[in-house]
């Protein structure tokens, strides 16, 4: 059973920087593309940042672009979202998902999904 779990949120004040991290309990998922993707209340879950299983090709959301960066560590399962100059809108629940086949921001073809871990920005 492949299992996702987040880690790392809490609350921070507006330009504070916190890194979240994501461990996956499968090896299989050393070949997977690992994303984050984030959802506010009362709105859709929408694309953050996504990265092949290599580290050869990464995308953001134009609106984290130059604050945010995701990198993984196959070693050890895991893909980490670095967080900076973080803004009240950046405030939602963040979940690490999975996919088989490449960078994708539409969260449709994502396999996987862990639970999430909330991130507050406060003004």
């Known amino acids: 059973q492949v299992q996702l779990k987040e880690s790392g949120g809490g609350l921070v004040q507006a330009g504070d920087s916190l890194r979240l991290s994501c461990e996956h309990s499968?090896?299989?998922?050393?070949?997977?593309?690992l994303g984050w993707f984030r959802q506010a209340q009362g709105k859709d879950r929408e694309f953050v940042a996504a990265?092949?299983?290599?580290?050869?090709?990464?995308d953001y959301a134009n609106s984290v672009r130059g604050r945010f960066t995701i990198s993984r560590d196959n070693a050890k399962n895991t893909v980490d979202l670095e967080m900076r100059s973080l803004k009240v809108e950046d405030t939602a629940v963040y979940y690490c998902a999975a996919n088989s086949k490449t960078v994708y921001s539409d969260r449709a073809r994502y396999d996987y999904w862990g639970q999430g871990t909330q991130v507050t920005v406060s003004s």
């Open positions: 990265i092949s299983w290599s580290s050869g090709n990464i």
């Open positions: 499968s090896p299989t998922l050393t070949t997977y593309a």
